[in-house]
């Protein structure tokens, strides 16, 4: 792989967002501190916008003469296999940048070039969560990263600087607990909780698309409205009085029937039910790994107050990856993490 100086685009094309980090490498190989930039892009409807949106996104943070990319938009249901989303993304690369370095990073933790990753589409399909845990590692090698993103909660155990992740598949982390599907915007309440505090007693959830993650957390604070970046379920406001309209109808009401109070009781237990599912997912993790299991979580992504809290209800220390490479990169993590692994990857060839 040959050595470069210059700007390296790194893109994380997910279902929902594609999100981009801009690193600058000077003449010794040493990367800047990405610049990150996210759009949202509801793949299973409009997956005819995506070149546009690369070639948008890559406009505003600038052009560069090589792209790393991982991706989780394969599973977009307006596919009908991994392979033709791989095909599909790598297809919107190449038109909307034709005749750029284009790197693909695998899940065994190896750039492929777009005609290997075509080849080989099981090796790339939903890779990013090991670009993000290699980052963590050369940082915190003994940690479990815990990212919780719009829509997932991914939890990797990193020993002595490896990733010692047991799934490699979807299916195989999810069979593992490191793979929780339960985010801080775009999971449905009613995939959450099936009962919810009201009324003095507890009351079933409708099972309808009324709210989502994202309602839970901007009415608790958690969470802004400009923070609020997918769909609303109705197509209305972002704001917290309209997240709690939405809360109220998952109890089939309205705002003329229920309180603040009675919405902040049915949002805070929304919230505890997803920090025990990411729970759940750690003591899966750490029950596999024993005693070699580190005590020290690395939280990333836009959930990290649910990372947070699940972290400390397993007696995890905690530590925001924030801290140590800026907020913006840590909720975009996989993105900047495929840059940075580029710029080494060629600095050391």
Known sequence: MPACSGPILGWDVGGANVKAARVEIDRGGLPSTPVVLERFLPLWREPHRLTAVLAETAGHLGRAGAMAVTMTAELADCFATKREGV??????FDEAFPGVDLLVYGVDGRFRSAAEARREPLEVAAANWMA??????????????????????????IVSGRVAACGRTDPARLASGELVYTGAQRTPVCAIVHTVPFGGRRCRVAAEHFAVAADVHVWLGRLGEADYTCETPDGRSRNRAAAGERLARMVCADREMVTDDDITAIAENVAAAQVRQIAAGIGQVRRRLGPVCPRVAVLAGQGTFLARAAAERCGLAASDLADRLGREVARAVPAAAVAHLLAAARSAS
């Open 87 to 92: 095909g599909f993304v790598l297809d919107a």
């Open 132 to 157: 993000g845990a290699a980052l963590v590692a050369r940082i915190v090698p003994d940690a479990l990263f815990v990212d919780v993103g719009s829509t997932t909660a991914d939890i990797i155990p």
